[in-house]
């Protein structure tokens, strides 16, 4: 698509764009920014005050709000997602298209402005989200994976386009030669499920190294009970949130990243960013997963826990440089921002 855009984006204001550690959908929103500039489109960006960008930051609010809510009395999300939704609103008329990241939620008010809006859904789909598809069929929507669009779908009548999430594989340095440890990043959390990824670890006779940290007072309770008893510094390291560099070191001399989700994962952005390092996955068959590791090239996935263990010395065996050219060639950030320039174009004729 030739013509240059007058883009308005609108991301969840829980972090800076870009994100400093935790936040994949603030991370794909600024991918996205940053090409949509190079290629000429006139983009603004609605986030947060801390947020550094090339488009145009309309800022909504002082800080992000994980900050910023730690430092007032600030306490309802929504309140400032809304305000957020207003100020774009009141401008809409300034844009030829609307994309926002922030959710269903706010669906509804997409159909207030003449200028058509593109919602992406990041997030597994509730009977909810299908409700607001079902009922506002003249609000674009996208998914992040074949599993989620079907899910986002269902008894809505609808065909909802995907467009994968993408990775800036020119941010990670990948390894050739396979490392002495497995790798875990992601939520301390029942439905990420670092315990298992620990027992397929001590199974085989190999140390762990667990990235991320608990994002609310459940995630918690679950970390201090089930987790922190096992972390003994050798056989079981944890290293907290990790900033991109160090990211990047944890994968890329990882033997394999472990990702036992116990829940149908929308896409797994960590799957793709291990393999930009050429580490491969090794998964469970929930969600989008089958659709992101390509079994027996970038990794292996299993339908059950009990049987990821078995899988684990064929997914060392995999040839790490394949790995990585495998992921490169679907899952770049230029392909993502691709599929939704295109879907830009199409949103005109709705």
């Known amino acids: 698509m030739s013509e240059k855009l007058r883009i308005g984006l609108v991301p969840p204001l829980w972090t800076p764009i870009p994100p400093k550690t935790y936040g994949g959908i603030e991370l794909m929103v600024h991918l996205l920014t940053e090409e949509l500039v190079r290629q000429g489109h006139d983009v603004t960006l609605f986030g947060t005050a ?7 930051l309309e800022a909504v609010c002082e800080q992000n709000m994980l900050d910023f809510m730690a430092g007032t009395e600030a306490c309802v999300y929504e309140a400032f997602a809304n305000a957020a939704v207003a100020r774009v609103l009141a401008r809409a008329a300034d844009y030829d298209v609307l994309h926002f990241h922030i959710g269903m939620h706010w669906l509804p008010f997409a159909t207030l402005a003449e200028t058509p809006s593109l919602f992406t859904i990041h997030t597994f789909a509730s009977y909810d989200d299908r409700w607001l598809a079902r009922n506002f069929p003249c609000v674009a929507l996208s998914g992040i994976s074949r599993f989620q669009a079907a899910q986002l779908s269902e008894g809505t009548g609808r065909v909802i386009p995907v467009v994968y999430n993408g990775c800036d594989f020119g941010t990670f340095e990948p390894r050739h030669e396979a490392g002495r440890y497995l790798a875990f990043l992601g939520r301390m959390s029942h439905d990420k499920n670092p315990l298992d990824a620990i027992r397929i670890a001590r199974a085989a006779g190999m140390p762990i190294i667990l990235a991320g ?28 949130p990790v900033n991109h560099e160090q990211k990047n070191e944890l994968l890329r001399n990882a033997a394999a990243l472990i990702f036992p989700v116990q829940w149908p994962e929308p896409f797994g952005l960590v799957m793709i960013e291990a393999m930009a390092c050429g580490t491969p996955v090794l998964a469970r068959s929930l969600g989008s997963v089958p659709e992101v590791v390509d079994s027996g090239v970038t990794g292996y996935h299993a339908e059950e826990i009990e049987e990821m263990g078995a899988l ?27 599929g939704y320039v295109g879907l830009y174009g199409s949103l005109g004729g709705e």
């Open 312 to 338: 684990l010395p064929a997914t060392l065996a995999l040839d790490r440089r394949r790995v990585r050219e495998r992921a490169e060639g679907r899952f770049s950030f230029a392909r993502m921002v691709e």
């Open 213 to 240: 940290q608990a994002q609310e007072a459940k995630e918690e309770s679950y970390f201090e009970k089930e987790i922190r008893p096992l972390i003994d510094g050798e056989g079981v390291r944890y290293i907290g």
């Open 50 to 56: 801390d947020s550094s960008t090339s488009a145009k």
